[in-house]
């Protein structure tokens, strides 16, 4: 029997990949929205009144990326932006109530999506994996 893949780096990848696919298809499906998409409205609605420039250090993404994903969930009605009220260049983002809408519509399957993971790693591996990549995703490497 071959010895398991150890390039760990190149696995996060694919398995990073794989996930992203599945659940964008079960999030489209559900509520319209992306995977990325949920994660900022999560975000939004985690700190209403955020700025685009906090929300790029929330998701871990540059200002360049968040600023076109801001534009899609904008244009889908999914957040509204206003003028910041002391940064003159600055806008606060605000959760409407089609993006309440489509976080309710996607929760449940976001709660399928873990179990179906749970399922895959057993809860024990299931802990583990979510501890591992926790402290992989605060490392300074």
Do not use: Y
Request: net charge positive; charged share 25%.
């Amino acid at each position: 029997m071959a010895e398991p893949d150890q390039r760990l780096f190149f696995l996060l990848q694919r398995a990073a990949h794989t996930l992203r696919v599945a659940a964008d298809r079960r999030c489209v499906a559900a509520a319209g929205v992306t995977t990325a998409q949920v994660g900022a409205l999560f975000a939004v609605r985690e700190r209403p009144g955020i700025t685009q420039r906090e929300l790029a250090g929330a998701l871990g993404l540059r200002e360049s990326a968040v600023t076109a994903l801001v534009g899609r969930i904008s244009a889908a009605g999914l957040v509204t932006r206003a003028a910041h009220p002391r940064e003159h260049r600055a806008v606060v983002l605000e959760l409407s109530e089609k993006g309440v809408a489509a976080l309710d519509a996607v929760r449940p399957e976001i709660d399928r999506f873990n179990a179906d993971l749970r399922a895959l790693l057993g809860e024990r591996g299931f802990s583990q994996t979510a501890d591992a990549l926790h402290r992989l995703a605060h490392w300074q490497g």
